[in-house]
């Protein structure tokens, strides 16, 4: 009788386990895989009003057949995408495309490349100033996932800045904000300096040029990283050397320049740059002096310990000597 119960009870698992492996288990497990290629990343144009222009986008699918829709968006001077919230698509930019537009979803198969043309044709009235833009290119599968209730999706930008000037001569101005660095350093610390440029003018600008330094004992001159600023936008100007490492140093913490060595006496700072490749140029200059005060003070406090250790022990000398001469004169009872 206990050997039937035994083979009722392993029939009962086996069916269990059939029944799991046939319906609690997909049948096909396969990973998404989204991959988008964009070129040019970013476009710069100057442009007269009343013009139009055509620009060619290559776009590649490197992996899994997508569904592709490109929107136009505001690029606001923190480089966040949407700007603002009253921003509705400019009519003067736009694909013309065949079988694209704007907003509307199209299919890109794996491997396949497609070919963007942008045209820019803005108005005559149009105001004479900068219009940061960004091509958004969103995917998502085709078909969608079926392992899972949630959709993958990728999100890829190209940068559009536009110069709309009826000269060719875009009015360009900038002023240094700051330039921040200690007016005394260590002889033994690094030389660290900040140096912040805000673009006054309506049209964005790369700045080139360099920052230098010149004194006794050690100089040095540094390209200006040519970083786009645009109007309105403040930025930190930026050096190699200024970058310490990339784990370390994030653009809010980066210097301008930070120098390691030894430094003294009276040293010259200068930050002269270019507004991109025009000839309007910008100066400025400030002293810095290099003491080795860390050691001075810690030279100065172990003598006054020094002094304080020689003074308790003249003192305990003296006391000592007194009292010696106290006991002399005690008379034997």
């Known amino acids: 009788m206990n050997f039937f119960k035994t083979i009722r009870l392993a029939q009962l698992i086996a069916g269990m386990i059939i029944l799991f492996f046939s319906c609690g288990v997909p049948k096909e497990i396969r990973a998404q895989s989204l991959s988008l ?22 776009l590649q699918n490197l992996g899994e057949t997508s569904v592709i829709t490109v929107k136009l968006a505001e690029l606001d001077l923190n480089n966040n995408i949407g700007g603002s919230s009253t ?13 694209t537009a704007f907003n509307k979803p199209f299919i890109l198969a794996s491997g396949e490349e497609k070919q963007l043309i942008l045209q820019l044709n803005p108005p005559s009235d149009i105001n004479e100033q900068d219009y940061y833009r960004i091509l958004l290119f969103s995917t998502t599968p085709n ?3 079926n392992t899972s209730q949630s959709s993958f999706s990728q999100n890829l930008g190209s940068i559009l800045l536009i110069n709309v000037t009826s000269t060719g001569l875009p009015k ?13 350093i260590d002889s033994f610390g690094p030389m660290d300096v900040w140096v912040k440029v805000k673009n006054t003018g309506q049209f964005f600008f790369r700045p080139i040029g360099n920052i230098s330094f010149s004194g006794p004992i050690a100089k040095g001159s540094y390209q200006i990283n040519p970083n786009i600023i645009m109007s309105g936008q403040t930025k930190l100007l930026l050096t190699d050397i200024g970058i310490e490492s990339e784990v370390k140093s994030t653009i809010a913490q980066s210097k301008s320049l930070h120098i390691p060595g030894f430094f003294l006496g009276k040293y010259r700072l200068e930050v002269k740059f270019t507004l991109g490749e025009g000839n309007k140029s910008v100066e400025i200059s400030k002293n810095i002096y290099a ?27 003296k006391i000592d000597n007194h009292l010696e001469k106290n006991d002399n004169k005690i008379i034997p009872a």
């Not at 970013?42 to 055509?54: F, N, Q, W």
């Not at 921003?87 to 079988?99: G, M, Q, T």
Request: aromatic share 10%.
């Open 37 to 58: 290629s964009i070129s040019p990343p970013l476009l710069e144009v100057m442009i007269k009003p009343g013009v139009t222009a055509t620009y060619t986008y290559k």
């Open 87 to 99: 921003f509705s698509k400019d009519k003067w930019i736009n694909l013309v495309n065949k079988d």
């Open 143 to 145: 078909p969608a996932s």
């Open 172 to 184: 360009i101005s900038a002023e240094v904000l700051e330039i921040k660095t200690p007016q005394i």
């Open 291 to 317: 003491f080795p005060w860390k050691a001075t003070i810690a030279a100065i406090a172990i003598f006054l310990i020094f002094l304080t250790l020689n003074k308790s022990k003249k003192e305990k000398a």
